[in-house]
């Protein structure tokens, strides 16, 4: 039938007297404008299609957007409490009935009962319509620039997990919690903040690959995060300015004194020298067992400090113009090709901007863009943020979406190699429109993944569940990167069904493992 009717949030069976009823009552001719129809500018929720029996409710985000355009012939009117009817789509309504989120009783306008009302679970509204071709957006493979294939659209994108043993080695925890991340069915996994220089890191957690590692735990971590067809990227770092003052001396592109971020500045020499120490870090990489490396040029260190305003003051080839300021990253992408061979997946993290006043913007970013589509790049994962003290923060996303798919869109415009978004991803509705507008290839999740290690496989199915994600009222400095990172040590001793932790107490524990992991650091590194 032709009519549209409100009724439940997940798929359920219309008894033949509601049938006959919407029949009968629901035509265009009978309806009063303003009490079966909603107007332009009002607020629509639950709406769904009446077909063959079945109800079938649509969601739709704060943006508005139709996720089910093409799913009937009539016009595929969604809603949630905040999503304005168009005046077009208004035109085209017959049969509606706004429930306001509630159980649709129609004899609220028309004082017929509803037969055997069935309480709405709200939790499902989402995923009672993914039909099999939209979930053919998530499990469709990708084939990357040098040939390697990712098996489905979601990676587990990179996280500083801070489960290395103190000395730059996996532990078994760590390899552990990249099984499992495997077996959830994720098509990549990246390891965070795996250092290319054992003088400059992010935290004492992170791996080194260089001299004097423990290949044998390294090749365990690589099988095991490879267990499920899937594959495992190591994430080359170097935190410069960023670098953990308590076992490095950071140094960044340029020397800044600032009461809360003092660093020396690269010289020439060091910088000409970064190509070669990233090329020997992912032959290694690429030795013990890793399918490929994502070069870290994001999240303000060492690379992203380079492409930044704010760190990098150098008058020589290496700064000024954006053209120049990138210089660098180049010369990485081009060695490391030159060390692992054609068929190897070579990634990299970007900033879609700083989201500081004074720091790398869009349109830098942009032709940052430009400049990896001359360079054998296999993907691009696009986040964004920065920290500079004193600088105010700029945000260039909207509250409750994905956080750069507009970037994203416009960065397709300057490449052919595939984009990967990572920020934001909450529900599996929107890692599908994102899909579907053919501006991302890949959905990067972090957190997500964190809470539910077999997400993908569950988004895979046809009534994927989507994330809750816990609450804070009030957070201490760190507290929350903190309490993830701690869940991420549960994962790894699976007992992360047990009690999850308060945030002082995750913080807690945090910076006593970490100052712990400190005095192996310095025992195996100095510093």
Same mark, same amino acid.
């Given at each position: 039938m032709k009519g549209l009717v409100a009724y439940l949030s997940q798929v359920a069976p219309v008894?033949?007297?509601?049938?006959?009823?919407?029949?009968?009552?629901f035509h265009p001719e009978t309806l009063?404008?303003?009490?079966?129809?909603?107007?332009?500018?009002?607020y629509a929720q639950d709406i769904a299609f009446m077909e063959e029996g079945i109800v079938r409710a649509f969601y739709n985000d704060e943006s508005g957007r139709d996720y089910n355009k093409n799913f009937f012939q009539g016009p595929a009117i969604i809603g949630s409490c905040v999503a304005p009817i168009s005046k077009e789509k208004t035109g085209c309504l017959t049969g509606i009935y706004h429930c306001c989120g509630r159980q649709p009783f129609l004899s609220d306008f028309?004082?017929?009962?509803?037969? /055997?009302?069935?309480?709405?679970?709200?939790?499902?509204?989402?995923?009672?319509?993914?039909?099999?071709?939209? %979930?053919?957006?998530l499990s469709k493979p990708l084939t990357l620039p040098c040939g390697a294939v990712l098996k489905n659209r979601m990676v587990k994108s990179p996280m500083s997990d801070s489960l290395g043993d103190g000395a730059g080695n996996p532990t078994q925890e760590q390899a552990r919690l990249y099984e499992r991340w495997a077996k959830g069915g994720?098509? %990549?996994?990246?390891?965070?903040?795996?250092?290319?220089?054992? =003088?400059?890191?992010?935290?004492?957690? /992170?791996?080194?690959?260089?001299?004097?590692?423990?290949?044998?735990?390294?090749?365990?971590?690589?099988?095991?995060?490879t267990s499920n067809g899937n594959h495992l990227w190591a994430?080359?770092?170097?935190?410069?300015?960023?670098?953990?003052?308590?076992?490095?001396?950071?140094?960044?592109?340029?020397a800044l004194d600032l009461e809360e971020l003092k660093c020396n500045g690269m010289s020439v020499?060091?910088?000409? /020298?970064?190509?070669? =120490?990233f090329a020997k870090t992912a032959s290694i990489a690429k030795s013990v067992g890793f399918t490929g490396v994502q070069i870290h040029a994001g999240h303000g260190f060492l690379l992203s400090q380079f492409l930044s305003p704010l760190f990098n003051l150098r008058e020589d080839e290496y700064g000024g113009s954006i053209t120049s300021r990138c210089r660098i990253v180049l010369e990485i992408i081009n060695r490391v090709r030159a060390a692992v061979g054609p068929s190897f997946p070579i990634a990299i993290r970007i900033n879609s901007m700083d989201q500081l006043e004074g720091g790398m913007t869009e349109t830098d970013a942009l032709e940052v863009v430009s400049h990896l589509d001359t360079t054998s790049t296999d993907l691009i994962d696009i986040s964004g943020g920065t920290y500079?003290?004193?600088?105010?923060?700029?945000?260039?996303?909207?509250?409750?979406?994905?956080?750069?798919?507009?970037?994203? #869109?416009?960065?397709?415009?300057?490449?052919?190699?595939?984009?990967?978004?990572?920020?934001?991803?909450?529900? #599996?509705a929107q890692a599908l429109q994102a899909l579907e507008s053919n501006g991302v290839d890949v959905i990067g999740l972090a957190r997500a993944m964190v809470l539910a290690p077999d997400l993908p496989h569950v988004w895979l199915s046809e009534h994927g569940q989507d994330v809750e994600f816990p609450r804070f009222e009030s957070a201490p400095p760190g507290g929350i990167t903190a309490w993830y990172t701690m869940r991420l040590t549960a994962i790894g001793q699976d007992r992360e069904d047990e009690t999850m932790l308060d945030l002082p107490t995750a913080n807690r524990l945090y910076e006593e493992r970490d100052a712990e992991r400190c005095k192996c650091w310095k025992t195996r590194f100095g510093g």
């Amino acid at each position: 039938m032709k009519g549209l009717v409100a009724y439940l949030s997940q798929v359920a069976p219309v008894s033949e007297a509601m049938m006959e009823f919407v029949k009968t009552s629901f035509h265009p001719e009978t309806l009063e404008k303003g009490s079966f129809c909603i107007r332009e500018g009002e607020y629509a929720q639950d709406i769904a299609f009446m077909e063959e029996g079945i109800v079938r409710a649509f969601y739709n985000d704060e943006s508005g957007r139709d996720y089910n355009k093409n799913f009937f012939q009539g016009p595929a009117i969604i809603g949630s409490c905040v999503a304005p009817i168009s005046k077009e789509k208004t035109g085209c309504l017959t049969g509606i009935y706004h429930c306001c989120g509630r159980q649709p009783f129609l004899s609220d306008f028309c004082r017929f009962p509803l037969p /055997n009302p069935i309480e709405p679970d709200t939790t499902q509204r989402e995923h009672a319509m993914t039909s099999a071709s939209e %979930l053919d957006l998530l499990s469709k493979p990708l084939t990357l620039p040098c040939g390697a294939v990712l098996k489905n659209r979601m990676v587990k994108s990179p996280m500083s997990d801070s489960l290395g043993d103190g000395a730059g080695n996996p532990t078994q925890e760590q390899a552990r919690l990249y099984e499992r991340w495997a077996k959830g069915g994720a098509a %990549l996994s990246v390891i965070g903040e795996v250092q290319v220089d054992s =003088r400059f890191p992010e935290r004492p957690g /992170n791996l080194v690959l260089g001299p004097g590692l423990n290949r044998t735990m390294f090749q365990h971590l690589a099988q095991r995060g490879t267990s499920n067809g899937n594959h495992l990227w190591a994430q080359l770092g170097h935190a410069g300015a960023l670098s953990h003052a308590p076992i490095s001396q950071p140094k960044g592109p340029s020397a800044l004194d600032l009461e809360e971020l003092k660093c020396n500045g690269m010289s020439v020499a060091e910088v000409e /020298n970064l190509p070669d =120490r990233f090329a020997k870090t992912a032959s290694i990489a690429k030795s013990v067992g890793f399918t490929g490396v994502q070069i870290h040029a994001g999240h303000g260190f060492l690379l992203s400090q380079f492409l930044s305003p704010l760190f990098n003051l150098r008058e020589d080839e290496y700064g000024g113009s954006i053209t120049s300021r990138c210089r660098i990253v180049l010369e990485i992408i081009n060695r490391v090709r030159a060390a692992v061979g054609p068929s190897f997946p070579i990634a990299i993290r970007i900033n879609s901007m700083d989201q500081l006043e004074g720091g790398m913007t869009e349109t830098d970013a942009l032709e940052v863009v430009s400049h990896l589509d001359t360079t054998s790049t296999d993907l691009i994962d696009i986040s964004g943020g920065t920290y500079f003290p004193g600088m105010k923060p700029i945000r260039n996303y909207r509250a409750g979406e994905p956080y750069f798919e507009e970037f994203a #869109r416009a960065a397709k415009k300057k490449t052919s190699i595939p984009l990967m978004v990572t920020g934001g991803f909450k529900r #599996r509705a929107q890692a599908l429109q994102a899909l579907e507008s053919n501006g991302v290839d890949v959905i990067g999740l972090a957190r997500a993944m964190v809470l539910a290690p077999d997400l993908p496989h569950v988004w895979l199915s046809e009534h994927g569940q989507d994330v809750e994600f816990p609450r804070f009222e009030s957070a201490p400095p760190g507290g929350i990167t903190a309490w993830y990172t701690m869940r991420l040590t549960a994962i790894g001793q699976d007992r992360e069904d047990e009690t999850m932790l308060d945030l002082p107490t995750a913080n807690r524990l945090y910076e006593e493992r970490d100052a712990e992991r400190c005095k192996c650091w310095k025992t195996r590194f100095g510093g």
